[in-house]
């Protein structure tokens, strides 16, 4: 398991440096998070062991559960929020997380600003666009997204990162990468929160400056 995990989490690297120099970027602007939901701390501890220090998490419950530990005995690591937020959930994601990349609504952004205030720390946010406006998805439309953006830094004093997207499975994410990434030019925002195991090169090739991979670091999920 630990030799699978270093060797993949590897391989991977090497594929985004690749994807960063064929179109003349720097692999460093890029930063991978390992995506271990679903996984525990055992199969974690290789790929922190292979220094790396990007992980990302798709429920708060399950990451309260094996990254507090992990948190103190590495503290440099970075720890990120991928998946939706509910807003009663709001306290203990800022307590956790280091980065939450799926601020889609003002309930959200609301609570979110009332808890990085009494809390005292600012992780990194992103606002997730629904950008094939799937009904069953998170994320506000993108017509809306100037808005949300005016509500987080205007009136609640919110840094924005950047933009996160999860392209419909049945349409090619380039379409989506190109897309998130105009969008993000016109709103003045640089971070593009893009791409997973299947499409990541595509989404560095595009802009992407964190990308989401799971199996391709941890293998098949059970």
């Keep these: 398991?630990?030799?699978?995990?270093?060797?993949?989490?590897?391989?991977?690297?090497?594929r985004i440096a690749a994807a960063a120099k064929r179109v003349g970027r720097d692999p460093e602007q890029?930063?991978?998070?390992?995506?271990?939901?679903t996984f525990d701390a055992d199969a974690i501890r290789p790929v922190l062991a292979a220094e790396?220090?990007?992980?990302?998490?798709n429920r708060v419950q399950e990451a309260q559960r094996k990254w507090p530990d992990l948190k103190a005995?590495?503290?440099?690591?970075?720890?990120?929020?991928?998946?939706?937020?509910q807003s009663n959930k709001a306290r203990e994601a800022v307590a956790l997380f280091d980065a939450i990349h799926t601020v889609d609504r003002p309930k959200i952004a609301r609570a979110l600003a009332a808890e990085m205030d009494k809390q005292g720390r600012r992780?990194?946010?992103f606002i997730q666009v629904n950008t094939g406006e799937e009904t069953q998805k998170a994320g506000v439309l993108a017509a809306d997204v100037g808005e949300l953006l005016t509500l987080c830094r205007d009136e609640l004093g919110l840094e924005i990162a950047g933009l996160m997207c999860i392209p419909p499975m049945d349409e090619e994410p380039a379409i989506h990468f190109a897309?998130?990434?105009?969008?993000?030019?016109e709103l003045g925002l640089t971070g593009l929160s893009m791409g997973m195991s299947g499409d990541f090169e595509t989404a560095v090739e595009?802009?992407?400056t964190h990308v989401r991979v799971g199996s391709a670091i941890f293998g098949a999920r059970g």
């Excluded at 398991?1 to 090497?14: F, H, I, N, Q, V």
């Excluded at 005995?73 to 937020?85: A, S």
């Design 52 to 57: 790396h220090r990007h992980f990302g998490e």
């Design 30 to 37: 890029v930063n991978l998070i390992a995506v271990s939901k």
């Design 179 to 185: 897309f998130l990434g105009k969008l993000a030019g």
């Design 73 to 85: 005995e590495y503290p440099d690591l970075t720890l990120h929020l991928i998946g939706p937020l």
């Design 206 to 208: 595009l802009g992407a």
């Design 1 to 14: 398991m630990s030799d699978d995990a270093a060797r993949r989490l590897s391989e991977t690297m090497k």
């Design 123 to 125: 992780p990194q946010l």
